[in-house]
Nanobody, 120 residues
Framework: QVQLVESGGGLVQAGGSLRLSCVATGRIFNINVMNWYRQAPGKQRELVAAITSGDSTNYANSVKGRFTISRDNAKNTVYLQMNSLKPEDTAVYYC??????????????WGEGTQVTVSS
Protein backbone atom coordinates (compact mmCIF):
# COMPACT_ATOMS: atom_id res chain seq x y z
CA GLN A 1 0.00 0.00 0.00
CA VAL A 2 1.22 3.48 -0.89
CA GLN A 3 0.21 6.73 0.75
CA LEU A 4 0.67 10.28 -0.48
CA VAL A 5 0.62 13.00 2.17
CA GLU A 6 0.51 16.69 1.24
CA SER A 7 1.55 19.61 3.41
CA GLY A 8 2.22 23.32 3.11
CA GLY A 9 -1.21 24.70 2.33
CA GLY A 10 -2.66 27.71 4.12
CA LEU A 11 -3.96 31.24 3.87
CA VAL A 12 -1.89 33.84 2.05
CA GLN A 13 -2.49 37.30 0.64
CA ALA A 14 -2.50 37.92 -3.09
CA GLY A 15 1.04 38.25 -4.36
CA GLY A 16 2.40 35.95 -1.69
CA SER A 17 4.03 32.53 -1.92
CA LEU A 18 3.50 29.03 -0.62
CA ARG A 19 5.41 25.79 -1.04
CA LEU A 20 3.51 22.54 -1.12
CA SER A 21 5.14 19.19 -0.42
CA CYS A 22 3.94 15.66 -1.02
CA VAL A 23 5.75 12.61 0.27
CA ALA A 24 5.02 9.08 -0.88
CA THR A 25 5.47 6.23 1.59
CA GLY A 26 4.92 2.50 1.51
CA ARG A 27 5.81 -0.23 -0.92
CA ILE A 28 7.52 1.72 -3.72
CA PHE A 29 9.69 0.27 -6.46
CA ASN A 30 9.92 3.60 -8.26
CA ILE A 31 7.72 6.58 -9.08
CA ASN A 32 7.03 7.63 -12.62
CA VAL A 33 5.04 10.83 -13.12
CA MET A 34 4.16 12.99 -10.12
CA ASN A 35 1.44 15.59 -10.51
CA TRP A 36 -0.28 18.41 -8.70
CA TYR A 37 -4.00 18.91 -9.35
CA ARG A 38 -6.39 21.43 -7.85
CA GLN A 39 -10.11 21.71 -7.43
CA ALA A 40 -11.91 24.93 -6.65
CA PRO A 41 -15.47 24.96 -5.29
CA GLY A 42 -17.96 24.20 -8.05
CA LYS A 43 -15.24 23.42 -10.58
CA GLN A 44 -13.69 20.29 -12.00
CA ARG A 45 -10.35 19.05 -10.81
CA GLU A 46 -7.60 20.33 -13.10
CA LEU A 47 -3.96 19.47 -13.68
CA VAL A 48 -1.68 22.21 -12.41
CA ALA A 49 1.79 20.76 -12.99
CA ALA A 50 3.48 17.47 -13.77
CA ILE A 51 7.02 16.13 -13.54
CA THR A 52 8.46 12.91 -14.88
CA SER A 53 11.14 10.76 -13.32
CA GLY A 54 13.56 12.43 -15.75
CA ASP A 55 12.53 15.90 -14.50
CA SER A 56 10.58 16.91 -17.60
CA THR A 57 7.85 19.32 -16.53
CA ASN A 58 4.51 20.55 -17.80
CA TYR A 59 2.31 23.35 -16.50
CA ALA A 60 -1.21 24.63 -16.91
CA ASN A 61 -1.21 27.90 -18.83
CA SER A 62 -2.76 29.68 -15.85
CA VAL A 63 0.28 29.00 -13.64
CA LYS A 64 3.17 29.18 -16.10
CA GLY A 65 5.86 31.54 -14.88
CA ARG A 66 4.46 31.58 -11.34
CA PHE A 67 4.57 27.94 -10.17
CA THR A 68 7.51 25.55 -10.21
CA ILE A 69 7.27 21.79 -9.73
CA SER A 70 10.28 19.79 -8.58
CA ARG A 71 11.00 16.42 -7.02
CA ASP A 72 13.50 14.64 -4.81
CA ASN A 73 13.59 11.03 -5.92
CA ALA A 74 15.67 9.93 -2.94
CA LYS A 75 12.91 11.18 -0.64
CA ASN A 76 9.96 10.18 -2.89
CA THR A 77 8.81 13.77 -2.59
CA VAL A 78 7.35 16.28 -5.01
CA TYR A 79 7.15 20.02 -4.38
CA LEU A 80 5.12 22.88 -5.81
CA GLN A 81 6.55 26.35 -5.31
CA MET A 82 3.76 28.85 -5.86
CA ASN A 83 4.67 32.52 -6.28
CA SER A 84 2.64 35.60 -7.17
CA LEU A 85 -0.48 33.88 -5.92
CA LYS A 86 -3.86 35.14 -7.06
CA PRO A 87 -7.32 34.73 -5.51
CA GLU A 88 -8.23 32.45 -8.42
CA ASP A 89 -5.53 30.02 -7.24
CA THR A 90 -7.72 29.25 -4.22
CA ALA A 91 -8.48 25.54 -4.26
CA VAL A 92 -7.76 22.21 -2.65
CA TYR A 93 -4.47 20.99 -4.08
CA TYR A 94 -4.00 17.25 -4.59
CA CYS A 95 -0.86 15.23 -5.14
CA UNK A 96 -1.09 12.38 -7.64
CA UNK A 97 1.52 9.83 -8.63
CA UNK A 98 1.97 6.82 -10.86
CA UNK A 99 3.81 4.44 -8.56
CA UNK A 100 5.43 1.19 -9.55
CA UNK A 101 4.89 -1.08 -6.56
CA UNK A 102 6.78 -3.81 -8.41
CA UNK A 103 8.37 -4.08 -11.87
CA UNK A 104 5.57 -3.82 -14.48
CA UNK A 105 2.97 -3.05 -11.78
CA UNK A 106 2.13 0.67 -11.87
CA UNK A 107 -0.75 2.00 -9.83
CA UNK A 108 -2.27 5.46 -9.51
CA UNK A 109 -2.47 7.13 -6.09
CA TRP A 110 -3.96 10.34 -4.72
CA GLY A 111 -3.33 12.32 -1.59
CA GLU A 112 -6.08 13.71 0.64
CA GLY A 113 -5.47 17.28 -0.48
CA THR A 114 -4.33 20.50 1.15
CA GLN A 115 -6.30 23.76 1.14
CA VAL A 116 -4.77 26.87 -0.39
CA THR A 117 -6.65 30.11 0.14
CA VAL A 118 -5.50 33.38 -1.42
CA SER A 119 -7.13 36.54 -0.11
CA SER A 120 -7.45 39.68 -2.20
Amino acid sequence: QVQLVESGGGLVQAGGSLRLSCVATGRIFNINVMNWYRQAPGKQRELVAAITSGDSTNYANSVKGRFTISRDNAKNTVYLQMNSLKPEDTAVYYCNAAVAVAPQDVQNYWGEGTQVTVSS
